[in-house]
């Protein structure tokens, strides 16, 4: 048993330094130009976001509507502190900061608001990211207010692939040990979970901090990499945005959020060609996907080998079905042939 | 065994429980009926720790447990089975069975308790692997009182398991209930189904408006006529 996880882990790593090679390959070679670059810091940015709203959300079912703002601070709080200290050094000690300061916000807003349910929940947290907003909008002495903020760039992508690793391990860590496990049976059924012992409250707050935190780091490294960050960037709509993604993806799938911060990214990417009509045809491709995959691109399931596998001998079997169709259907076609014969 | 006195519970101006007491002795069936509304859930989640009592104690084997969190008395024995059929809708019937454990620790005596769980239920044996999601009411009771077993309760609390169950079955469960009884566990029973409830319990209480009206053996209160008129149907 241990000998396959550690060749799933084995697995896992190469993929992993794989992909970071064809990436640094594509960077290199200028085929992902700067342009391009921006791109995919974005999917990484995502990545980090969707995934941390899918522990809270997907994971332990407490629907929020705030994640921008713990963005917000952990963006604020990183450059403030490259603002003073503008080295990598600078940089590293402001992630962290970024993390801390957002998990406790997180916190604190989560303790109060997570007894509230559903749509309840949505609507405080929701607010409570428009407070934050507004307070950065009116600390002017040290957040320039609506103008904003204005650093330096202090990473590069390998920056950011880092920090989406990482959170992607952790939070995959997180959800396999037993804390996971009491987090996903709150979304399952909340008084079954009470019943059986655990404390609901306690890990609902703990998976709100967790997601904040992470948040918090996304914020730092978007603040990081694009080095201007105003109030209005993490509003209403980055809230729902990122919220989008997880859905797509499927609530409860890790590796849902992450192929589905992707392929978003890469299809608004795409449409920014059909400039006027982008936001419709964007609007309009998720509702398509939608109806024809209520659960998301991946449901709850995680992506595997295994399921690889599945979708082989779905569409195998799918082809099969098609083809016994078509058959069917030109012995039809012959019998009509043979038909008006007798019927004359 | 457990020991209530002079419970109140209010639901911000809803005076719901008006100082209960009552008491359920080492492997006794004790079973609490009423009206809708009379507070027999609200007993048992005050006693089981999810809801908080404003006065009043709660006495386990003579230590009081009212300022105990519902997770350390479910940890000391007392285990509730909520009313409505609450299971994990998305995870086996064995995952199920497993976060019922969800407290202990030994392995060991896990892996046994799930085989007499299954003793108990054969049904959730045949459907281990199933998402519980897709059992039939019936199942999912069992399933939630099987659940309940995994965590090692000294007394367990029932709320109402023959809710919405054919005739046959309620019969059936019943029967497991008292099954589970012999076999050492102390129950206390809150019933819609009067008839039944009394027939197998050793003594019982009536609760009407949060206060407890009249208690006695199941037998008396079987025969009694106030009783029959009020919840026996006649
Ligand atoms: N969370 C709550 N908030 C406000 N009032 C409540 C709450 N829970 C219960 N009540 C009230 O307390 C009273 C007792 O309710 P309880 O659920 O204990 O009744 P019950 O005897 O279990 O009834 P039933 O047989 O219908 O299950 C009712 O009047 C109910 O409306
Ligand atoms: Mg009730």
């Known amino acids: 048993m241990k000998k396959i996880l550690k060749a799933k882990g084995f697995k896992m790593l190469t993929a992993l330094v794989l992909t970071y090679i064809i990436i640094q390959v594509l960077v290199s070679t200028n085929i992902i130009n700067d342009y391009m670059q921006a791109t995919l810091v974005t999917i990484f940015i995502n990545i980090i976001l969707a995934v941390s709203l899918n522990l809270i959300t997907?994971?332990?079912?407490?629907?929020?509507?705030?994640?921008?703002?713990?963005?917000?601070?952990?963006?604020?709080?990183?450059?403030l502190i490259t603002a003073r200290i503008p080295t990598t050094w600078g940089f590293i000690l402001g992630v962290l900061a970024a993390a801390i300061v957002a998990s406790i916000a997180g916190y604190l807003v989560g303790l109060p608001t997570l007894r509230l349910r559903g749509d309840y929940?949505?609507?405080?947290?929701?607010?409570?990211?428009?407070?934050?907003?507004?307070?950065?909008?009116?600390?002017?002495?040290?957040?320039?207010?609506?103008?904003?903020l204005l650093t330096k760039r202090f990473v590069n992508w390998t920056w950011l692939f880092i920090f989406t690793v990482i959170t992607v391990y952790f939070i995959s860590n997180f959800l396999k040990s037993t804390h996971g496990r009491a987090c996903i049976s709150i979304r399952e059924d909340e008084t079954a979970s009470e019943a059986v012992g655990i404390n609901t409250t306690?890990?609902?707050?703990?998976?709100?901090?967790?997601?904040?935190?992470?948040?918090?780091?996304?914020?730092?490294?978007?603040?990081?990499?694009?080095y201007v960050i105003k109030p209005d960037i993490f509003n209403f709509n980055k809230s729902v945005n990122i919220l989008v993604i997880?859905?797509?993806?499927?609530?409860?799938?890790?590796?849902?959020?992450?192929?589905?911060?992707?392929?978003?990214?890469?299809?608004?990417?795409?449409?920014?060609?059909?400039?006027?009509?982008?936001?419709?045809?964007?609007?309009l491709l998720l509702i398509i996907i939608m109806i024809f995959k209520p659960g998301g691109l991946l449901g709850s399931r995680e992506l595997s080998i295994a399921m690889l596998g599945d979708w082989r001998a779905f569409i195998g079997e799918k082809f099969k079905a098609l083809r016994s169709r078509k058959e069917k259907k030109t012995t039809a076609k012959e019998d009509l042939d043979n038909d008006p014969v007798e019927n004359k | 065994m457990l020991e209530v006195r002079d419970l109140n519970v209010y639901f911000g101006v809803i005076h719901a429980l008006k100082g209960i007491s009552l008491s359920v002795n080492e492997g006794e069936i004790v079973t609490l009926i009423g009206a809708n509304g009379a507070g027999k859930t609200t007993s048992l989640r005050a006693i089981s720790g999810l809801i908080k009592a404003r006065?009043?104690?709660?006495?386990?084997?003579?230590?009081?447990?009212?300022?105990?969190?519902?997770?350390?008395?479910?940890?000391?024995?007392?285990?509730?089975?909520?009313?409505?059929?609450?299971?994990?809708?998305?995870?086996?019937?064995?995952?199920n069975?497993?976060?019922?454990?969800?407290?202990?620790?030994?392995?060991?005596?896990?892996?046994?308790?799930?085989?007499?769980?299954?003793?108990?239920?054969?049904?959730?044996?045949?459907?281990?692997k199933q998402a519980a999601g897709t059992l039939s009411g019936g199942e999912q009771q069992m399933l939630a009182i099987g659940r309940a077993l995994m965590s090692k309760p000294k007394i367990l609390f029932l709320d109402e398991p023959s809710m919405g169950l054919a005739p046959l079955l309620v019969q059936e469960i019943f029967s497991i209930i008292k099954t589970i009884n012999e076999a050492g566990t102390t129950i206390l029973l809150v019933e819609q189904n009067a008839n039944m409830a009394l027939q197998i319990a050793n003594r019982a209480y009536v609760l009407e408006n949060g206060s407890i009206r009249v208690s006695g053996s199941g037998q008396e209160l079987l025969k009694s006529d106030a009783i029959k008129k009020a919840y026996l149907g006649g």
């Not at chain 1, 079912?61 to 604020?76: D, K, R, T």
């Open chain 2, 55 to 95: 006065s009043g104690d709660i006495l386990l084997n003579g230590q009081s447990i009212i300022n105990m969190s519902a997770k350390d008395r479910v940890k000391n024995g007392i285990v509730h089975v909520p009313e409505g059929r609450h299971v994990f809708t998305e995870m086996t019937v064995l995952e």
């Open chain 1, 58 to 79: 997907g994971f332990t079912g407490q629907f929020s509507l705030g994640h921008a703002g713990f963005m917000s601070i952990g963006a604020y709080t990183c450059a």
């Open chain 2, 97 to 128: 069975l497993e976060l019922g454990a969800y407290l202990r620790r030994d392995k060991a005596g896990i892996a046994q308790d799930i085989k007499q769980v299954y003793k108990h239920f054969p049904i959730l044996h045949e459907r281990r």
């Open chain 1, 202 to 226: 306690k890990y609902k707050v703990m998976a709100f901090t967790i997601g904040s935190f992470f948040a918090g780091i996304a914020g730092a490294l978007y603040a990081s990499y694009f």
């Open chain 1, 121 to 148: 929940l949505a609507i405080a947290t929701l607010g409570m990211s428009e407070i934050i907003r507004i307070i950065f909008i009116n600390m002017d002495d040290i957040t320039n207010g609506a103008a904003g």
């Open chain 1, 246 to 283: 997880v859905v797509f993806g499927g609530l409860g799938s890790l590796s849902g959020s992450v192929v589905s911060a992707i392929v978003l990214a890469l299809v608004s990417s795409f449409l920014q060609a059909f400039s006027d009509v982008q936001m419709i045809l964007y609007s």
